[in-house]
């Protein structure tokens, strides 16, 4: 070809685009794109260089961002680079490029995370492989599986309180790896890296609360003593009863409806002292989790929240202890191997002791007699096994055991009075008050494959409550005696039996199913009375009545998957079945689960949970407090089980260095089948077996906001929470049918808690906490009843008696409730051992928060007025431990 011909055509093809005369894997292309789907890359490539993608959306995910700046490089290169990170093949088919998932090959790697020290197993530590940006979490018994490219090298594992740790894989094939990190001084800064710990806005389980132990020991204590309870009555959502006393209310609910498992076993009474203390000792806790909503599929059988405690394991090298002392308590604990790295226990126990310093006022003070006796105490015990069979097989054997008791006991030998030495009579009398939890649990751990993993429990649960009163006289001088004796006695008993898998596919995909049972026998109350007055006669036959069984077996099917469909996008879907049969009926169930979160910009997650829940078993209690002569009852053909429906909507944001944490959640709960006793109902009478007819069957809702911003790391830490909510209830027969402010309904609740670390030795802690007072029912007017005369009216009356209007329930308010609580702590290390004291004071402005309100009257103005009662003033306490 002629050169002039040569130039010319080579003018003219540089005159018309790129795309105009097709392309090849060596076209020059430059790219400058910032965080950009590969969708929009693909959409410029198009309209830049006329290349054409094809590919299926339901199996090529184009909403990855990346970000890629290339100058003159080839287009395969570039391709390359886009889609290889997202195992994307590409190839040229005709004109297009088509896109298809690469088969890659894949391994899975398994184990535990554990304690270096201890071999304690650490629940939500946290696998990261930063090659593939994918990880997982253990499980609650510290067990993880991952499945990754073959050709992944390593991994990074962390867990909040100690080092992270990067393990180096070997170069193929399926492997059981246990990851052992070290934890780092309790009183120095915890370092984690970026990546290394799970964002807020990454997780798609919300409402739900991780409580760590270090934080629950360090908040202020009451009489000494640092408890779980009170440190989640801290948390926006949850608030207690009057000031002392217990009842946990989680989002406008009522104490019955929390179901607290310890080691997986229920615990119907989670409290001592009438609500001062919880039965849960902080010193054997691993790990606890509060779930307020947004309950997972595998949990069931209450409607307002879940508290899962999980039980140390016991150290599995060496031995170890704690032994401490507080205002109110002594309490032990010891851990250590039975057979090293195979076999561990741990042990502890607790009992209050102000009993055994004051016996002898008391004994004055109340004129006991010489031989009387005075106890007032409660006391915990907990003990766990631990055995490895193989690294594939695991038992665990755990026991708890407690109780609260009053004892009085009177003797007396009275004298004549003309002959002092001569006995005329002897009256004695006895009384106990008892109530108390037992439970036994036993748990197998099953590795089936990399992936599988599976757990069987068998548990027992017990709690009772029980009085005893006897009295007996006895004459010297003539034949008179007279014994007398009585007793009440309620139980309810739990026996489950259950299985649960844990099976994890792939990273972003993990699947949980199971299956249980637990048989619930009911004594709501046994009364039985004896009088043996006359020497001359027999005693009386069995005079015991309400003396009767209730069966019920609820049987529950569940499964659950947490699946990332996309980066952006995570799912929680699950479907919890369930049956309840009690005297011939039967009750079902269908309860679906779902959990949506989607990744905005700047890092904030939109949050979305709905759940269905159900109960078939009811507590009879007073509508004023929580007691424990509240009494467990099934669901009867009057009274069905309750149910309840919640949406919750949020976000949430965990910061790029970890340091803070934010959350914003609205809810919405509606409640059927809540029951109530009518007016005139006893609590000893409602036992028998007819206790519906006692009750009224009304419906609930509650619905609010709650808002926590919280420092996590450093050596300033805490969190700020406040919670907007409202709660009402509707009996047909109660309010003129009407709405009313349930009695937990706290409009505006306000929590600040601050941990301040100093040195190497102190610790500072500070709780502030404002509650809006709870609704109250007073008289509006009152008018003259009609006094008509009788025999029995007593004498000098000539006032007709007074008759109230009690108008509306609940349109009243006590006063708001506030408080702050102070707390110091030195520790101090030695060679072998650690000392620690901890000075505390409750109530450090000694507000005078009301317990209740009681109407008052003066006959001299011939006035009335509202009169409260205060039960905790500004209490100051001290507590010594140390460990070894």
């Known amino acids: 070809m002629p050169f002039t011909a040569k130039l010319l055509l080579g003018i003219l093809l540089s005159a018309f685009p790129l795309q105009a005369m097709g392309w090849d894997w060596h076209t020059r292309v430059t790219l400058n794109v910032k965080d950009q789907p590969l969708l929009a890359v693909c959409r410029l490539l198009e309209t830049k260089y006329g290349i054409h993608f094809s590919y299926s959306r339901d199996v090529v995910d184009l909403s990855h961002k990346i970000t890629l700046h290339v100058r003159n490089k080839p287009l395969k290169k570039v391709l390359e680079a886009m889609f290889e990170p997202y195992d994307i093949a590409f190839d040229r088919i005709g004109n297009q490029v088509v896109l298809t998932v690469k088969a890659t090959p894949l391994r899975t790697i398994s184990g535990y995370v554990e304690d270096i020290r201890t071999g304690e197993k650490l629940i939500g530590a946290t696998i990261y492989c930063p090659a593939q940006q994918a990880g997982t979490v253990t499980n609650q018994y510290g067990f993880y599986s991952i499945t990754l490219k073959k050709d992944t090298s390593g991994l990074l594992v962390s867990y909040i309180g100690y080092s992270p740790q990067h393990c180096t894989l070997p170069a193929t094939g399926n492997r059981q790896l246990t990851v052992a990190l070290q934890p780092v001084n309790s009183l120095q ?7 290394m710990q799970p964002h807020l806005q990454e997780q798609t389980q919300m409402s739900k609360v991780d409580i760590p132990i270090a934080e629950v020991k360090a908040m202020p204590r009451l009489l000494g003593e640092a408890d779980v309870l009170r440190t989640l009555q801290s948390l926006p959502g949850v608030t207690g009863g009057a000031e002392g006393s217990g009842g946990m209310s989680v989002r406008g609910g009522s104490p019955d409806q929390n179901l607290f498992l310890l080691d997986g076993t229920p615990v119907f009474n989670s409290e001592h002292v009438f609500g001062i203390f919880s039965v849960f000792n902080p010193d054997i806790i691993k790990h606890a989790d509060l779930y307020k909503g947004a309950f997972p599929a595998r949990y069931g059988g209450r409607l307002s929240s879940i508290v899962d405690i999980s039980m140390k394991d016991g150290d599995m090298k060496n031995y170890h202890g704690e032994v401490s002392i507080s205002t109110i308590a002594a309490k032990f604990m010891v851990e250590g191997p039975l057979w090293k790295n195979k076999t561990s226990f741990i042990i502890s126990g607790r009992r209050s002791y102000i009993d055994l310093l004051m016996n002898g006022a008391v004994k004055s003070l109340a004129d006991l007699g010489d031989k009387g006796d005075f106890y007032a105490f409660f006391y915990d015990a907990n003990v766990r096994i631990n055995h490895i069979f193989s690294p594939r097989d695991r038992l665990y054997l755990s026991a708890y055991g407690g109780e609260d008791a009053l004892i009085i006991k009177q003797d007396h030998d009275y004298e004549t009075e003309d002959a002092p030495d001569q006995r005329r009579y002897q009256e004695q009398s006895g009384f106990k008050l008892g109530w108390g939890n037992l439970t036994g649990t036993l748990r197998w751990n099953h590795v089936f494959s990399q992936r599988l993993f599976s757990n069987v429990t068998f548990n027992y649960s017990q709690y009772f409550f029980l009085t005893h009163y006897n009295y007996n006289f006895k004459s010297y001088t003539i034949d008179e005696r007279s014994e007398l004796y009585g007793r009440y006695h309620s139980r309810i008993q739990n026996v489950v039996g259950k299985i649960d898998f844990d099976y994890r596919p ?11 049972s637990t048989t619930h026998i009911f004594k709501p109350g046994t009364f039985f009375f004896e009088d043996n007055s006359d020497s001359t006669t027999a005693s009386l036959p069995d005079t015991a009545y309400n003396n009767f069984n209730t069966v019920g077996v609820d049987m529950v099917l569940y499964a659950e998957d ?21 005297e011939k009926r039967f009750y079902k169930s269908l309860q679906p689960r779902l959990g949506l979160r989607y990744l905005l910009p700047q890092g904030w997650a939109l949050k979305l949970a709905y759940t269905h829940m159900y109960q ?68 000893f009478n409602s036992a028998g077996k007819k206790w519906d007819e006692q009750v009224i069957v009304g419906k609930g809702r509650s619905y609010g906001a709650e808002w926590l911003a919280e420092k996590k790391q450093g050596h300033l830490r805490g969190w700020l929470g406040y919670t907007l909510a409202w709660s009402d209830r509707q009996f047909a027969a109660v309010n003129n049918g009407k709405r009313f402010p349930y009695k937990y309904d706290a409009r505006h609740n306000l929590e600040l808690t601050v941990i301040q670390r100093l040195g190497k030795h102190w610790e500072l802690s500070a709780g502030w906490q404002f509650t809006t007072g709870k609704p109250l ?38 006063g708001s409730v506030h408080r702050l609580d102070l707390s110091i702590t030195y520790t101090k290390k030695k060679k072998r051992w650690t000392k620690s004291w901890n000075l505390s004071l409750y109530n450090a402005y000694n507000r005078r928060n009301p317990f209740y309100y009681y109407v008052k009257s003066d006959e001299e103005r011939n006035q009335r007025y509202l009169a409260q009662v205060t039960i905790l003033p500004i209490l100051p306490s001290i507590a010594y431990s140390v460990k070894f």
């Open 189 to 195: 800064e915890v370092i984690v890296t970026e990546n």
């Open 506 to 516: 792939r990273p972003g995909h993990a699947i949980k199913f199971g299956l249980g």
């Open 562 to 582: 947490d699946w990332q469909l996309s980066p952006n996008l995570h799912l929680n879907a699950g479907i919890h079945a369930a049956g309840f049969l009690v």
């Open 616 to 683: 078939p078993i009811h507590l009879l209690t007073n509508n004023s407090t929580n007691l424990p002569t509240d009494l467990w009852v099934p669901s009867t053909h009057k009274v069905k089980p309750m149910l309840s429906r919640q949406l919750t909507i949020g976000a949430a944001k965990t910061t790029d260095d970890h340091q803070y944490e934010f959350s914003l959640e609205g809810y919405y709960k509606t409640m059927n089948n809540v029951i109530e006793y009518t007016e005139d109902a006893s609590v």
């Open 777 to 814: 029912t007073l008289p509006v007017a009152s008018y003259e009843g009609v006094l008509e005369p009788s025999p029995y009216n007593p004498p000098g009356q000539t006032l007709p008696p007074r008759v109230d209007d009690l108008g509306t329930r609940n349109q009243f308010r006590a």
